[in-house]
């Protein structure tokens, strides 16, 4: 039996965890991937694009290209005839040169001998301009933000077939399982594919803390996560290996839930321990591995949305906690916070952290809350 009771002193808060594991953190190299490989990861410094998009002037309609000042009062009471058939266009096809407009095809006629136009039209009708899509002299995606599938159409669109980003390493060691196949290991490692992470899942030989140990030090990475055997139980060993490789910083930390949580590092590399409890590994995800992944990546602060809380939420002093919510009637309907049930974490869109100085929250209160589910 290990003991660890000598890891049990007052909870570390978590304010003071994170200032102990980012302390030494640095955001990861720029690394140089092609536009598919891209999807997700965090932009790096990229470029300004030298030429505004389009490089031309493009028809946006099928129809007549013209100049617009050659049919002013051009009518169905009073046809202009003109000399020669205009050129057609289709829409996405380049301007002819001295054509400033696009002209529907119902509002000519061509079926005789003589080509008449029956409307007027304005310089820009059914055109797009050369620049108007994206101007010169700007980037298209901001260093720290996350690349989407809007941020590709646009980047294909202006040519680009390689961008910079920044995408940490993260080992995941899976010590909730015996088979390395935990539900709450494989959540944290699609969480860290979302957010934008190389994920290297990692096999341990058993659930012991020498085995436990050998995997912490075994290849190197930019963040290591190590899933369950954080508690006291007689099975629970991450702790101890972490103590006594010396990588440990702190045990047990004043977050509801994930109180048996840990961080520490390994020379360099941060190590976050998670409890293989799902509402708990939830919670260390959130509020402590993606800080640390954040400032691996250099992202930018995280969007929030503030609305106003349909009922009150109670808090304990002295815990920073973590509360799911539901958008509902344009408020913040609280579903659960301290011991969250997978009916609450199925249900909850978003989510905020009530921190240790506050008794809670009453009803109409104004809070930014974040997404549950990031959107690509």
């Not at 899976?174 to 290297?200: H, M, T």
């Not at 958008?327 to 049930?341: I, K, R, V, Y």
Request: charged share 20%; proline share 7%; net charge negative.
């Amino acid at each position: 039996m290990i003991q660890t009771q000598h890891l049990t002193a007052a909870l570390t808060p978590l304010d003071t965890a994170l200032r102990l594991v980012l302390g030494g953190v640095k955001p990861v190299d720029a690394i140089d991937v092609t536009t598919e490989e891209a999807l997700g990861c965090i932009a790096a410094e990229m470029p300004p694009v030298k030429k505004g998009l389009p490089d031309f002037n493009v028809a946006t309609t099928d129809g007549w290209a013209l100049r617009a000042r050659d049919i002013v009062g051009a009518s169905s009471y009073s046809p202009l005839q003109l000399i020669t058939t205009p050129p057609w266009v289709e829409s996405g096809d380049r301007m002819p040169d001295g054509c400033d407009c696009v002209l529907d095809a119902d509002l000519a006629d061509h079926a005789g001998a003589i080509f008449q136009v029956l409307a007027d039209s304005q310089p820009g009708n059914g055109v797009r301009r050369a620049g108007n899509d994206f101007q010169a002299g700007r980037s298209i995606v901001a260093a720290g933000q996350r690349i989407g599938m809007v941020d590709l159409l646009v980047m294909r669109k202006a040519g680009l077939e390689r961008v910079q980003v920044r995408t940490p390493r993260v080992r995941v060691i899976d010590v909730a399982s015996a088979d390395g196949n935990s539900a709450s290991s494989q959540f944290i490692c699609e969480f860290l594919k979302v957010a934008g992470a190389c994920v290297l899942p990692a096999r341990i030989l058993g659930r012991d803390a020498a085995s436990i140990a050998a995997a912490i030090v075994a290849e190197p990475c930019d963040l290591l996560a190590v899933v369950g055997g954080t508690g006291f139980g007689r099975t629970d060993a991450t702790i101890h290996a972490m103590t006594s490789h010396g990588a440990l910083l702190a045990h047990g930390l004043a977050l509801e839930p994930g109180r048996t949580a840990g961080i520490g590092m390994n020379g360099n590399t941060p190590v976050v321990a998670i409890p293989g409890a799902p509402d708990q590994a939830l919670a260390v995800c959130l509020m402590v591995l993606q800080p640390v992944l954040d400032k691996l990546s250099a992202r930018m602060p995280r969007p929030g949305l503030a609305r106003p809380l349909a009922r009150k939420i109670a808090s304990a002093i002295g815990v920073t906690e973590l509360v799911l919510l539901k958008a509902s009637d344009e408020a913040w309907m609280p579903l659960a916070t301290g011991h969250l049930s997978l009916d609450a974490i199925a249900d909850a869109d978003s989510w905020l952290v009530v921190p240790p100085d506050s008794e809670g929250y009453a009803a109409a209160t104004s809070l930014e809350a974040f997404p549950l589910r990031e959107s690509t």
